[in-house]
């Protein structure tokens, strides 16, 4: 069974940094793409980065270019979304998700899913 652990959320001001972990656990090969998604109070989910297990391609939304770094631990099956230089609008749930094949940040791609972590950009 596929289970994602999402962590690192928390309150920090505009400007400074996070650093988001999703532990996964279940999975059977390298063949997987790992995804962060985000969702703030009344706004749609919104795709950010997301990351192939199998080769390290990355892809990031718009929004969070040159502000956000996606990395993996494929010994641990960890992914890691470094935030920098946060702005307000970045407050949000934010989730990991995962499957077998492309990276893609289309929630539709994906069957596997963590609980979110809550960041908080915030004077």
């Known amino acids: 069974e596929v289970q994602l652990q999402a962590s690192g959320g928390g309150l920090v001001q505009p400007g400074k940094s996070l650093r988001l972990s999703c532990a996964a656990s279940?999975?059977?090969?390298?063949?997987?793409?790992i995804a962060w998604f985000r969702q703030a109070p009344g706004k749609e989910r919104e795709g950010v980065s997301c990351?192939?297990?199998?080769?390290?391609?990355?892809y990031y939304a718009d929004s969070v270019k040159g502000r956000f770094t996606i990395s993996s631990d494929n010994a641990k099956n960890t992914v890691y979304l470094q935030m920098n230089s946060l702005k307000p609008e970045d407050t949000a749930n934010f989730y990991c998700?995962?499957?077998?094949?492309?990276?893609?940040?289309?929630?539709?791609?994906?069957?596997?899913w963590g609980q979110g972590t809550q960041v908080t950009v915030s004077s």
């Open positions: 990351i192939s297990l199998n080769g390290g391609k990355t």
């Open positions: 998700a995962t499957d077998e094949g492309r990276c893609s940040l289309w929630d539709g791609t994906y069957r596997y």
């Open positions: 279940g999975l059977t090969s390298d063949d997987y793409a």
